[in-house]
């Protein structure tokens, strides 16, 4: 089955640096790469997606890129504020629906 | 419109006991799915549904766990003698239809077992 691991586990910029958090998945039939956001006791909210036939996707501050062919994909948060600290999930998905998320990335952005 | 919705918030059960936990998707989602996130880890997956039928029920930990959709929008996840290990958030999650790949997830149910 699909493996996603997720690097780092913590992250801590100040504001207005960039910030990038990477994930590597096993499973090369995977074509559907949801972020998601999760603040403290709540649930988990998706910032931003991409798909197996493009290779970066990008939202106001938020991108994301793809390669296939090494298996791994990275969230990059630009000019990051304080509200978006919180803990950012990978996930990959194949056709069977079952979802795997990496194990998260607690991030930090210091006013 | 409403988002997922779940119940209770939070449940409090002995080591033992039998315990339900409910989930109303997001109207018009056929497509819903339970997770388990433990403290500092992601979601985990645990069943699928597809309308009434389960389509994926691998990521079931034991035979202690079950879950039903009968009408085809609100499910129950059922654990039966619960374990300490069972503490967890229980995640809901919905999406339109099983090949929509956006899910949306609700605010869990915290589970804990003493």
């Known amino acids: 089955g699909e493996n996603v691991e997720q690097h780092p586990s913590t992250l801590s910029v100040q504001e207005g640096d960039s910030a990038v958090i990477k994930c590597t998945y096993s499973?090369?039939?995977?074509?559907?790469f949801p972020w998601y956001k999760q603040e403290l006791g709540k649930r988990p909210q998706l910032i931003i997606d991409?798909?197996?036939?493009?290779g970066e996707k990008k939202d106001q501050r938020i991108a994301v890129t793809l390669n296939k062919t090494a298996k791994h994909f990275s969230l990059h948060i630009t000019e990051t504020q304080p509200e978006d600290s919180a803990v950012y999930f990978c996930a990959a998905r194949a056709n069977n629906n079952d979802m795997r998320f990496g194990a998260g990335t607690r991030l930090t952005v210091k006013p | 419109g409403a988002g997922v919705s779940q119940t209770p918030s939070n449940k409090v059960t002995e080591k033992g006991k039998y315990v339900e936990l409910r989930c109303d998707p997001i109207?018009?989602?056929?497509?819903l799915y339970w997770y388990r996130q433990s403290l500092g880890q992601g979601p985990e997956f645990l069943i699928y549904f597809q309308g009434t039928g389960a389509a994926d029920d691998s990521g079931l930990p034991n035979d202690r766990f079950f879950a039903v959709r009968p009408e085809g929008s609100v499910s129950t996840l059922k654990i039966q003698r619960t374990e300490r290990g069972d503490s967890a958030v229980y995640l809901c999650?919905?999406?339109?239809?099983?090949?929509?790949?956006?899910?949306?997830f609700g605010p869990g149910t915290r589970l804990t077992v003493t």
């Open positions: 499973d090369s039939a995977s074509n559907y």
């Open positions: 991409i798909r197996s036939n493009v």
């Open positions: 109207s018009g989602h056929t497509a």
């Open positions: 999650a919905s999406s339109l239809t099983d090949g929509s790949y956006e899910q949306y």
